[in-house]
Structure formats: C-alpha cells, structure tokens
C-alpha cells in the first residue's frame, strides 16, 4: 500500500474513530488525519503480531477493521491526555 494510500485510510479511520466515540473530541482534520494515521499504525503493527493478518491490501476488511481499531484506542488516549489539561482551568 502507498504512502497516499495509507494517508487516505487514516483520515477516514480517523474520521470514523471520532463518530464512533461519544462525546467531543477536539482537533480538526490535520488532528485527525495525524491521529488516524498513528491508529492505523497502532492497529496494524497489533493485528500482525496477534492476528497475523497482512495488511497489504487498501480494500481489505481486515486492514479497515484495525486501522479504526487502533484509531479509537489513540482517540481514547488522546482524550485523556488533552481532557485532563482542560479539567484544570
């Protein structure tokens, strides 16, 4: 998969990640975009150990399932980091 291929897949993971979730989360599409990316990342370094699944194809189910996996978990992440600076103020 490209490196435009894999930029696509993370904004729209990314992107579904956040319509997921509840609640509100900050950053727009370069946040999410970033985010996403790292997801998919995260999600597919995570499927290949446990699941052995190869993630070279862009249509694959298996691809799109981890890359929003593992975009959730770095939304989730990231909420607690941002969300626990904006508790103080």
Request: without cysteine; proline residues 1%.
């Amino acid at each position: 998969m490209g490196i435009l291929a894999f930029l696509v897949l993370g904004l729209i993971a990314g992107a579904i990640a956040k319509a997921i979730l509840p609640g509100r989360q900050g950053g727009g599409w370069i946040a999410t975009l970033v985010l996403g990316v790292v997801g998919a990342l995260l999600g597919g370094w995570l499927g290949s150990l446990i699941f052995n699944v190869d993630l070279g194809g862009f249509f694959s189910i298996e691809t799109w399932l981890l890359a929003i996996g593992g975009s959730i978990v770095v939304l989730l992440i990231y909420g607690l980091i941002v969300g626990r600076g904006r508790r103080e103020a």
